[in-house]
C-alpha cells in the first residue's frame, strides 16, 4: 500500500508539471479510462468485494420472511439504501446529469447563441488558448480515446451479457440434473423414463398391477428400491408368522388321536381284568366241583387230586388299580388336551392370527401412503425437469437476439457519441447538435438501465452475504433466508415435518461415498436422520400386540411336565396291568388224566341216560337196580356238574394259551402308542413355541429393516443442488454477471457524458475553422486581419513577442507593418537559451530593427499604398496548415 500511495503522488506531480492542457486533459481521461475499465478487465479472474455492488453498507432483512415484508421498518431502510447507493436506480444521477447537460447545452448555445453566458459567449472562447488552431488536434485526440471508451464499455457489455446467458443455461442445466438426481434418489430408472417418454403415472401403475409393484421397477441404490425390499420383507414376514398359525392344526389333530388311543388303552386294561377275574371263577367252579366229587368217595379214580392254580387276589388287585391310573392318565391328558386346545385355537389362531393379518395391512397402508407420496413427486419432478427443459430451449432460441440487447441499448449512447465525433470532423455544426440532442434525450434512461443492474448486483450480493468467499458456508445471508422462508411442513407419511429448523443441514449436507461410490452412512448425511423423521418409520407399536400375544401363548403351551405325568401314569398302569402267563401253567399230569376221565364219564352218561337196566350204573355215583328215577337224577347232575368243570377247566386253557397274552400285547400296543403321541405333542408344543419366538424375532427383525431406511437416504444431490445452484450459479456467477456489467455500463455513461461536454464545447471549433478557411480563401478578409493587428492564425498584437515591422526597415509603416511569418509553434514554446542572440523584449527606440535572416526582402522599408500592401503580402510564402482544424 505505501508503494501504491507513493506511486500515486509521483504519478500527480509529473501530471501537474505538465504545461500544455491539451496533454493534461488526454492523460487524465486515459487515467479515468484505466480506472473505469479495470473492474472489467478483473472479471476474467476474480470478483470478490471489489464490485460496485460492494460498495457502501446496507442492512438486507434476511430474518424477515418474504411474505411479511412491507413498505416499513427495515424492509423500507433497506429500500431506501439501495435507492441511494444505486443513485435513484439511476434516475437520479441521471436526472442531475440531465439537468447539467442542459445548462451545458444552453451556455454552449445549442439552443441559440442568445442564449450564452459570461466566459461562453463565442468571442470569449476564441481567445481561449484551446480553441487555437494548434490545440485543437489534442481536443480531437481527447474525443477519440473518449468515443473509444465509449467502444470499449460496449464491447465489455456484450461479452458479459452473452456469460451471463451462459450462466443462466449452465444453472437451468445444473437445476435440471439436480431435478434428475431427485428423480433417481426417489426412483430410478423405468418409472422416471416412461414418465419422461410421456406414460401416464396411473397407466404405469395399472399395468404394474399397483403403486407397489410399480416400485420394484425401481433400480438397485434408491429410496423405491428399498421401499419394495420393505413390502416383500412385510409380505414375508407375516406370511412366515400366519403358516406357523396355521401349521399348529396338526397339534389339534394329535391331541385328538392321542385322546383316542389312551381311551383304546383304557378299554384294554379293562378288558384285562374282565379276562382274569373270568380265569379266576372258572378255575375255582373246577376246583369246587371236583372237590365235591372227591369228597362222596365216588370216582376216585377218574378224579385224582388236582392242584388248580389261579390269579392271586394282590395280581386283581393290581389289575384293578392299573385300570384307575389309565383313567387318572386320561383325565391329566384331557386338561392338557383341553388347556393347548384353547391356546392353539383362541390365543394363536383366533387372536394372533387376527393381529397378525391386521397388522400387517397397518403396516403395508403406512408404507405404501408413503410409496404413493414417493412416486407422485418423482411425476412432478419429471414434470419441472421438462419444464426447465422447454425454458433452457426458450432460452437458447431467445440467446440470438436477447444476448445483445442490453449491449445494444447501451450502444445507442455510443453510436450517439461517435455521430458528434464524425459531426466534429467533417465540420457539420448540426450533425454534432443531432448527437448530443439524442444523448441528451436517452441519457436518463441508460443511467435507469445502469440502476436496475446496480439494483440487482446489490440485491444478488446482499441477498448471498458472500462477500468474496462463494461456498455453503461462506454465504451466510442465503442460509439465514432459507432458514426464515422455510417455515412450513411437508407431510411424511401421516407425520408433519417442519423444515425450519432442518434447512440449513440440508443445504450443508455432505457427500459421504466410499471408493466404488456407495453412500457411506453417517446421521449428518441422509434426509430420515436430518429431518428427524426416523419414528415416522419405527412399526414397534405395530407388531407389539401381535408380539405380546405370542408370548403369552407360547408360555401357554408349556406342558412338559403335565405330559410327563401322563406318560407316567401310563407306564404304571401298563406294569400294574400285566400278568405272567407262565405262572398260571401250573396243571400237573393229573390233571390231563381228570380231563380225560371226564371225557370218558360224560360219554358213559350220555349212553346210559335212555338205558336204565345197564350195569354200568353200579359204577356211577348213585347206583340202583333197577336203577330208579332218583338215582338216574342223581347221576346226571353229578356228570353235567362235572361237565361244567370240565368246559371251565378248558376255558381256562384257552385264555391261557391265547386270549389274555394277545390281550396284553393289544393293551402294551395301544399305551405305547399314547405314550408316543404324548411325547410327540410335547415335541410339537415345544416347536410352536420356537416358532413363535421365530415369529416375534421376524417381526423385531422387520422393524429394525424398516428402521435402516435411513441407510438408504443420502442427500448429497441436495448439497450439491445449493452448492452449484445457489452458491456457484446465482450467489457467484449471477453476481459477477451484473457486477461485471456494470463497469461496461459505467465506461460508457462516462464517455457519453464526457463526449456530450467537450464536442458541443467543440461545436464553436467548428465555426473557427469555416472562419478560417473563409479568410484564407478571401483575400480581404486577410487584409482586415492585418490592419485588426492579426496575423493569419488570428494572434492579436498582444500575443506577439516583437513589433509587426518589415525586415531590415529602419522606421515602422503608416498604414500596415508586416513581418515575417512567426515561426511554428514548437520553436514559439521553446525557452531561449542564454548564450541566444535573439532578444525576447523589443528593441529600444532608434535601435536597428532585428535580423531576421530574410535577406531576400532587402534592408529597404517599403512604403505605399494599400495595393502596394496587397502586393507585398501576395509575394509572401503561403504558411497555410492543411490541417482540418
Given at each position: ?8 503522488r ?5 501530471l ?13 481521461v ?5 480506472c473505469?475499465?479495470a ?5 476474467d479472474?476474480?470478483?470478490d468485494?471489489?464490485?460496485?455492488a460492494?460498495?457502501g453498507s446496507r442492512?438486507?432483512p434476511?430474518d424477515?420472511p ?10 423500507a ?7 441511494v447507493?444505486?443513485?435513484g ?35 470569449e ?44 443455461e449452465?444453472s437451468?442445466?445444473d ?34 398391477g399397483?403403486?407397489v ?16 425390499q ?47 377275574n ?14 365235591t366229587?372227591?369228597?362222596k ?16 387276589t ?20 384331557d ?15 383366533q387372536?394372533v ?28 419432478l ?35 457519441v ?29 443511467c ?8 440487482f ?23 439465514t ?35 466404488t461410490?456407495?453412500y ?8 430420515i ?17 401381535p408380539?405380546n400375544?405370542?408370548?403369552?401363548a ?13 406318560i ?45 337196566s345197564?350195569?354200568?350204573?353200579e ?31 378248558l ?10 397274552p ?14 408316543g403321541?404324548?411325547r410327540?405333542i ?5 416347536s ?21 431406511i ?16 445457489i ?8 453476481y459477477?454477471a ?5 463497469p ?20 464553436d ?5 469555416n ?25 492579436s ?16 509603416l503608416?498604414?500596415v ?5 512567426p515561426p511554428?509553434?514548437a ?13 525576447k523584449?523589443?528593441p ?16 529597404q ?23 482540418p482544424?
Amino acid at each position: 500500500m505505501g508503494s501504491s500511495k507513493t506511486m500515486d503522488r509521483i504519478f500527480l506531480r509529473y501530471l501537474s508539471s505538465i504545461s500544455a492542457p491539451g496533454v493534461r486533459a488526454l492523460l487524465l481521461v486515459l487515467l479515468l479510462t484505466a480506472c473505469l475499465l479495470a473492474p472489467v478487465d478483473a472479471q476474467d479472474t476474480s470478483i470478490d468485494d471489489s464490485g460496485p455492488a460492494s460498495l457502501g453498507s446496507r442492512d438486507f432483512p434476511a430474518d424477515i420472511p418474504f411474505e411479511d415484508w412491507k413498505f416499513e421498518g427495515r424492509v423500507a431502510t433497506y429500500v431506501q439504501e439501495l435507492i441511494v447507493q444505486s443513485g435513484g436506480a439511476g434516475l437520479g444521477l441521471g436526472l442531475i446529469f440531465s439537468i447539467a447537460m442542459l445548462f451545458h447545452m444552453f451556455c454552449w448555445g445549442m439552443c441559440c447563441n442568445c442564449c450564452r453566458c459570461c466566459c461562453f459567449k463565442q468571442d470569449e472562447i476564441r481567445e481561449c488558448a484551446c480553441s487555437e488552431k494548434q490545440n485543437r488536434k489534442y481536443l480531437l485526440i481527447l474525443a477519440c480515446l473518449i468515443t473509444l471508451s465509449s467502444i470499449g464499455g460496449v464491447v465489455s457489455i456484450f461479452f458479459n451479457t452473452s456469460t451471463t446467458f451462459e450462466s443462466i443455461e449452465t444453472s437451468l442445466t445444473d437445476v435440471q440434473l439436480s431435478v434428475q438426481d431427485a428423480e433417481n434418489f426417489i426412483c430410478a430408472g423405468f418409472v422416471p423414463t416412461q414418465l419422461r417418454a410421456g406414460s401416464e403415472l396411473s397407466d404405469l401403475r395399472t399395468s404394474a398391477g399397483g403403486n407397489v409393484q410399480l416400485m420394484a421397477r425401481c433400480d438397485n441404490g434408491s429410496v423405491g428400491a428399498f421401499m419394495w425390499q420393505i413390502d416383500v420383507r412385510i409380505n414375508n414376514t407375516f406370511d412366515f408368522g400366519l403358516s406357523i398359525i396355521d401349521g399348529t392344526d396338526q397339534v389339534l389333530v394329535l391331541l385328538n388321536t392321542t385322546r383316542d388311543d389312551l381311551r383304546n388303552a383304557t378299554d384294554e386294561y379293562q378288558r384285562n381284568l374282565n379276562l382274569y377275574n373270568n380265569l379266576t371263577t372258572a378255575t375255582l367252579t373246577a376246583e369246587d366241583q371236583t372237590n365235591t366229587l372227591r369228597s362222596k368217595g365216588k370216582y376216585q379214580d377218574q378224579v385224582p387230586n388236582v392242584d388248580y392254580d389261579q390269579i392271586s387276589t394282590e395280581e386283581l388287585s393290581e389289575a384293578t388299580s392299573a385300570l384307575t391310573v389309565a383313567n387318572r392318565a386320561i383325565v391329566e391328558y384331557d386338561q392338557i388336551r383341553s388347556d393347548v386346545s384353547r391356546t392353539i385355537k383362541v390365543d394363536l389362531q383366533q387372536n394372533v392370527g387376527d393381529e397378525l393379518r391386521r397388522q400387517r395391512v397397518n403396516i403395508i397402508t403406512e408404507i405404501s401412503r408413503i410409496e404413493v407420496q414417493l412416486i407422485d413427486t418423482v411425476e412432478d419432478l419429471v414434470d419441472a425437469e421438462t419444464t426447465l427443459e422447454d425454458n433452457k430451449e426458450e432460452v437458447s432460441q431467445r440467446e440470438s437476439w436477447a444476448e445483445p440487447i442490453v449491449a445494444l441499448i447501451f450502444a445507442i449512447g455510443m453510436i450517439c457519441v461517435i455521430i458528434m465525433l464524425v459531426g466534429y470532423l467533417i465540420k457539420r455544426k448540426w450533425v454534432i447538435t443531432m448527437g448530443g440532442y439524442i444523448i441528451f434525450s436517452i441519457f436518463i434512461w441508460l443511467c435507469l438501465a445502469l440502476g436496475l443492474v446496480l439494483v440487482f448486483s446489490m440485491i444478488t450480493y446482499d441477498s448471498c452475504g458472500c462477500e468474496g468467499d462463494f461456498t455453503a458456508d461462506g454465504c451466510k445471508t442465503t442460509k439465514t433466508l432459507f432458514e426464515t422462508n422455510t417455515d412450513y411442513s411437508i407431510n411424511i407419511g401421516e407425520t408433519r415435518v417442519n423444515l425450519s429448523s432442518t434447512i440449513t443441514s440440508l443445504l450443508l449436507c455432505p457427500s459421504r461415498t466410499n471408493s466404488t461410490t456407495n453412500y457411506v452412512y453417517s446421521p449428518d448425511s441422509n434426509f430420515i436422520d436430518i429431518l428427524g423423521v426416523r419414528q415416522v418409520f419405527n412399526m414397534t407399536s405395530r407388531v407389539q400386540s401381535p408380539i405380546n400375544r405370542l408370548r403369552s401363548a407360547s408360555d401357554e403351551l408349556v406342558k412338559t411336565s403335565e405330559i410327563d405325568l401322563a406318560i407316567q401314569l401310563l407306564d404304571q398302569a401298563r406294569g400294574l396291568s400285566y400278568v405272567e402267563v407262565s405262572d398260571l401253567r401250573n396243571f400237573n399230569e393229573n390233571g390231563s388224566i381228570v380231563l380225560g376221565n371226564l371225557t370218558t364219564l360224560n360219554v358213559t352218561l350220555t349212553e346210559l341216560r335212555d338205558n336204565e337196566s345197564d350195569p354200568r350204573w353200579e359204577n356211577l355215583y348213585y347206583t340202583t337196580v333197577p336203577i330208579s328215577s332218583e338215582a338216574r337224577t342223581n347221576n346226571t347232575e353229578a356228570l353235567t356238574s362235572l361237565q361244567s368243570s370240565y368246559f371251565a377247566v378248558l376255558a381256562s386253557e384257552t385264555l391261557l394259551d391265547s386270549t389274555i397274552p394277545a390281550q396284553q400285547r393289544q393293551t402294551n400296543m395301544s399305551t405305547e402308542r399314547a405314550i408316543g403321541n404324548l411325547r410327540e405333542i410335547d415335541e410339537l408344543l415345544l416347536s410352536t413355541r420356537n416358532d413363535s419366538r421365530r415369529i416375534i424375532d421376524e417381526l423385531e427383525s422387520l422393524v429394525r429393516f424398516i428402521l435402516e431406511i435411513n441407510r438408504f437416504t443420502p442427500c448429497a444431490f441436495v448439497g450439491s443442488f445449493y452448492s452449484s445452484v445457489i452458491i456457484t450459479t446465482y450467489c457467484e456467477t449471477t453476481y459477477k454477471a451484473f457486477d461485471s456489467i456494470s463497469p461496461g455500463a459505467i465506461t460508457c455513461l462516462a464517455s457519453m457524458l464526457l463526449a456530450f461536454f467537450l464536442l458541443t464545447g467543440m461545436r464553436d471549433c467548428v465555426d473557427f475553422h469555416n472562419e478560417e478557411l473563409e479568410e484564407e480563401n478571401d483575400p480581404e478578409l486577410r487584409i482586415k486581419d492585418v490592419k485588426d493587428g492579426k496575423d493569419e492564425l488570428g494572434h492579436s498584437p498582444a500575443a506577439r513577442e516583437a513589433p509587426m515591422v518589415i525586415a531590415g526597415a529602419s522606421t515602422q509603416l503608416n498604414e500596415v507593418e508586416l513581418v515575417p511569418k512567426p515561426p511554428p509553434v514548437a520553436e514559439m514554446e521553446q525557452e531561449p537559451y542564454p548564450d541566444d542572440d535573439f532578444e525576447k523584449d523589443p528593441p529600444p527606440p532608434g535601435a536597428p530593427p532585428p535580423d531576421y535572416g530574410h535577406e531576400e526582402m532587402g534592408p529597404q522599408a517599403v512604403y505605399g499604398s494599400r495595393d502596394a500592401v496587397q502586393d507585398i503580402v501576395e509575394a509572401e510564402p503561403e504558411y497555410r496548415d492543411d490541417d482540418p482544424m
